[in-house]
Structure formats: structure tokens, C-alpha cells
């Protein structure tokens, strides 16, 4: 008996677990308890705007309504309704899956995003280890998981955390594929995978794959980008195929993921725009609805989403002088700091933070954070920048790709928040570069 006893003692004696492991594992807790904390001190509740729809989605899911929406003369409403594509449905069914097996409450959901922007934590390491080395991974999820701006916005319902999460991945996943030669060809489709889970989460999942084509051209020459390109393509139509299959079915169109995407286009590209999101008051043809009274009305959603799509792109053909200030305008949206959170986190005053202190003071700290959390990223570029490493030029072209599509379409603070892992990147590879360069300096002297 004693020797039936000895021999798993043994087993787990054998077992090691390397020190840049353990790092990694207890910098991914500490993430999760700061996120976990502020996720259940914040009163915040989906009260309206864009977090009631995705609980009240999430909800009709998770009771077998499907992906309906319906509303009463002030909010949407839980219960049978009409069908709606008018948002991406990744992060509403992955509500709608929690509340099937947790049962519905904001909580459930405010705990699953601090869940999933700690899980994006070990990828931001081992992205960081993939473009530079280990130690700027480690201070790059230090830096992600440390940072208020990323942590904010946790108790708020939105589908940052998840977005971010499959997005860090996807850009592990590529860099960390092999040329796109025969026989290895699955990461070139799990790279599409992920792309089209992230384009089911959020529109800017599309940036992907020009980035990943960016990437294999500069790494690979053209003929073998082009080859990447397409399987990881066709990878993510795989995946958004059964989406649209159901919007021809439901919606009776061809939509690729969301009708949205008219509809912000159209906010963009408008006499009285003002580059971020903001309700326009286009009445479309007889039928006289306007933009914010087409999402429960499907015949109305449809038409809208193609009328707004021709409006959009007809304003931007004819009024290139005033393109060239809305482009400004959403850069400036798309990059400005991030006090913008406070109405959400406080529901509109709804639930106002406390102590008073923590409500008057949480603006400035955001802020300050923000704006020397960002200065330092573009501050280390010159210290790691190189343009014959497709993995470092991965960065830049990154964030370049997501500013042109925010320029197509709109910017708002909210939309740079997937960009703080790549920052955390950028300055880890800075620092680490910094100091090495002083090392080499001084063992010069000496």
C-alpha cells in the first residue's frame, strides 16, 4: 500500500514549472484580481445605449428568444421580438451562453470581462517575446495588466475584453507562423479563424487581415503573402459563413455581419458630422424612420443599412475638402483621452462612484495615464524601429491600418482601447532597448 503511494509523489516531484511561467501566471493574477475588484466595487448597470442592448440580447439567448431585440417607448425589453443583425453578435452570445449556465445577472457579466482581459495578459507576453524577447513580454504584461486605462472599462458592458483578447491571439498566432509552405497551412487557418471570430465581435477585426498580408509580403515576398492571404481569408468566411447564412434567412439580405456598418458609415460621412458616433436624423425615402428606429424593424434595418451606404460613400466622393477635416476630427476622436468612461462607469449619474473623492478625482487620473502611458509608446519607437524586421514593422503597421479604417468610418475613445496591449509592446521593447543600450555604453567606459 505505502508503495501504490510513493510512486504519484514521485510523478510529482518530476514536476517543474520554469520560473518566466510562474512570472507570467502571477502577473496574470494580479490582473485578474485588479480587474475582478473594480469589476464588483463599480455600481455600474446596463442601463441604455450599447451595454442594455448587448445584456437584453445576451438575455433573449440565453431564455431561447434567439438574436431578437424589441423596446418599450424608453429601452429595449427582454422577451420575444424581431430578428436584428444591427449589431456583431460574438460578444451578445457569449452573454447569452453565460447567463444559460450562471443565470442572468450583470455581475455574471461584468465578472466574465474581467475574466477575459486577464486572459489576454500571457498573450501579450508572448507576443512582447515574439517581436523582441522575454524580458520586454514581461514588462509588456506588467505594463497591460497594471495599467487603469485598461481596467476601467471592465465593469462596463461592451465587447472590448473579448475583442482584445481574440485580437492578441490572432497577432501571436501570425507572427508566430511558419513560412506558408505545403503541410503547414493550419496556422495560416487558425490565424483566419480568429479573424473571423474577431470580425463577429467587432468590425475592426477586418484590419487583420491586411496586416497579416503586410506582414507576410515583408517577411515572405509576394507570391507567398498572397498564397497566406487567401487560406487565412477564406478561413474567416468559413467562420462567418453560418452568420450570414442566418441573416439571408432572418434578415432576408446579404449582410456579412452587421448592418451597422451602413449606419456608421453614414454618421461618418454627413454634412453636420462630427467624426465620432452621433444619431443622424436621415429620414430614408417614404417609409420616414430615421437611423436610431430601424433596429426593430427588419424590412426598416435592411433598407437603411444599403441607403445609408450609398449616402455615405456619395457625400464622401462629392465633399473631398470637408473629408480631409473628418479625418482629422476622428483621429483626434479615435486618440483623445479616456474620461469619456466616467458616464458609463457612473451610469450617467446614475450610480455615482464612491467615495465623492474617487468620482472627482478618476477623470484626471485616466487621463494623466492615458496621455503619459501613450507618450512613452511613441516615445520608444526610435529605440526599437526597424524596417527590415516584419515583426517590429508589424506594430506600426498595425496601428496605421487601424487608424485608416477608424478614418473610414469613426473615431471614439473607446476604439484605441484594443491598441493598449500593442503599447505595452512597443514600450516594453523600448525600455528593454534603453537599458541595454546604457549596459553597452557603460562596459565601454569601463
Not at 424581431?82 to 455581475?107: H, I, K, N, R
Not at 512613452?376 to 496605421?400: E, G, I, Q, T, Y
Amino acid at each position: 500500500m505505502s508503495r501504490s503511494f510513493a510512486q504519484p509523489s514521485l510523478a510529482l516531484n518530476r514536476v517543474r514549472v520554469s520560473p518566466i511561467v510562474a512570472g507570467v501566471g502571477a502577473i496574470t493574477l494580479l490582473g485578474l484580481a485588479l480587474r475582478l475588484v473594480w469589476a464588483l466595487y463599480a455600481d455600474t448597470i446596463p442601463l441604455g445605449g450599447d451595454p442594455h442592448w448587448y445584456y437584453v440580447v445576451g438575455w433573449n439567448i440565453a431564455h431561447g428568444d434567439g438574436f431578437v431585440a424589441n423596446r418599450n417607448a424608453l429601452f429595449e425589453i427582454p422577451g420575444p421580438g424581431e430578428p436584428t443583425a444591427f449589431w456583431p453578435p460574438g460578444y451578445p452570445f457569449a452573454l447569452g451562453a453565460l447567463f444559460w449556465v450562471f443565470g442572468v445577472g450583470v455581475t455574471a457579466a461584468q465578472v466574465l470581462n474581467a475574466v477575459l482581459g486577464a486572459a489576454a495578459i500571457p498573450f501579450v507576453y508572448a507576443l512582447g517575446a515574439r517581436i523582441f524577447s522575454r524580458g520586454p513580454g514581461v514588462i509588456a504584461a506588467v505594463l497591460y495588466a497594471v495599467l487603469p486605462n485598461a481596467i476601467a472599462g471592465i465593469p462596463v458592458l461592451f465587447p472590448e475584453p473579448l475583442f482584445t483578447l481574440i485580437l492578441v491571439a490572432g497577432l501571436w498566432l501570425l507572427i508566430s507562423s511558419p513560412r506558408p509552405e505545403r503541410g503547414r497551412l493550419l496556422p495560416l487557418l487558425g490565424f483566419g479563424a480568429l479573424t473571423g471570430m474577431a470580425l463577429l465581435t467587432r468590425g475592426q477585426g477586418a484590419v487583420l487581415i491586411p496586416v497579416a498580408m503586410l506582414y507576410w509580403l515583408q517577411r515572405d515576398g509576394w507570391r507567398p503573402a498572397a498564397r497566406a492571404t487567401a487560406f487565412s481569408t477564406v478561413a474567416a468566411i468559413a467562420i462567418i459563413a453560418p452568420w450570414m447564412a442566418r441573416n439571408a434567412v432572418e434578415m432576408h439580405a446579404f449582410i456579412p455581419v452587421s448592418t451597422n456598418s451602413g449606419a456608421v458609415l453614414r454618421i461618418g460621412h454627413n454634412e453636420e458630422s462630427t467624426g465620432r458616433p452621433e444619431w443622424t436624423d436621415d429620414i430614408v425615402d417614404a417609409s420616414g424612420f430615421r437611423m436610431d428606429e430601424s433596429l426593430y424593424h427588419p424590412d426598416w434595418e435592411v433598407k437603411g443599412y444599403r441607403e445609408y451606404t450609398k449616402r455615405a460613400i456619395t457625400y464622401a466622393l462629392t465633399h473631398p475638402a470637408n473629408e480631409v477635416v473628418l479625418s482629422g476630427k476622428k483621429i483626434y476622436h479615435l486618440y483623445r483621452s479616456e474620461t469619456y468612461m466616467i458616464h458609463w462607469l457612473d451610469t450617467l449619474g446614475a450610480t455615482p462612484l464612491e467615495p465623492p473623492e474617487l468620482q472627482r478625482a478618476l477623470p484626471m487620473a485616466l487621463d494623466v495615464s492615458y496621455d503619459a502611458f501613450l507618450l512613452a509608446s511613441l516615445a520608444s519607437v526610435p529605440f526599437w524601429f526597424s524596417r527590415h524586421d516584419p515583426k517590429r514593422l508589424m506594430l506600426v503597421n498595425f496601428v496605421l491600418v487601424w487608424t485608416l479604417f477608424h478614418v473610414v468610418f469613426l473615431g471614439e475613445p473607446r476604439y484605441h482601447v484594443p491598441l493598449f496591449p500593442l503599447f505595452a509592446i512597443a514600450l516594453g521593447g523600448g525600455a528593454w532597448a534603453a537599458v541595454e543600450r546604457v549596459q553597452r555604453r557603460r562596459a565601454g567606459q569601463s
